[in-house]
């Protein structure tokens, strides 16, 4: 099952490093996968992929997309784990950069 989440948070960054952004889309993605594994066991899951994508506009665009496969016999919502393993993603993104935007203060 694939599920989605969308979400905005208006934080006013600095411009990020290219090392910046790649160190945030590691961290939604890491974050995704310890919720997963945190719920489930590894044999558990069948397949796992988590994909993030990161655009840089006016505004930095956090895309994850999360693919989880079990087993029919592992009795767990799929989406709702997905829905909060994104969620706590985009929070630990979200103290992430604005970690990035207090420090950019900081040195100004």
């Known amino acids: 099952m694939e599920s ?7 934080i006013g960054l600095p411009e990020l490093t290219e ?3 790649i160190e945030v889309g ?11 594994f945190d719920a489930l066991n590894r044999s558990d899951v069948k397949d796992i992929e988590v994909t993030t994508r990161i655009n840089r506009g006016e505004t930095l665009d956090l895309e994850l997309e999360v ?3 079990v087993p029919v ?6 989406e ?4 909060e ?5 985009y929070a630990a993104v979200e ?7 207090n420090e950019g203060q900081d040195k100004a």
Do not use: M, P, S, T
């Open 85 to 89: 393993a994104v969620e706590k993603a």
């Open 80 to 83: 709702r784990l997905i829905d």
């Open 95 to 101: 103290k992430k950069l604005r970690e990035i935007a």
């Open 26 to 36: 590691e961290l939604a993605q890491r974050v995704v996968i310890k919720h997963v």
């Open 67 to 69: 693919y989880l496969e």
């Open 4 to 10: 989605e989440g969308r979400r905005v948070v208006h």
């Open 73 to 78: 016999f592992v009795k767990v919502d799929v």
């Open 19 to 21: 090392e910046q952004i």
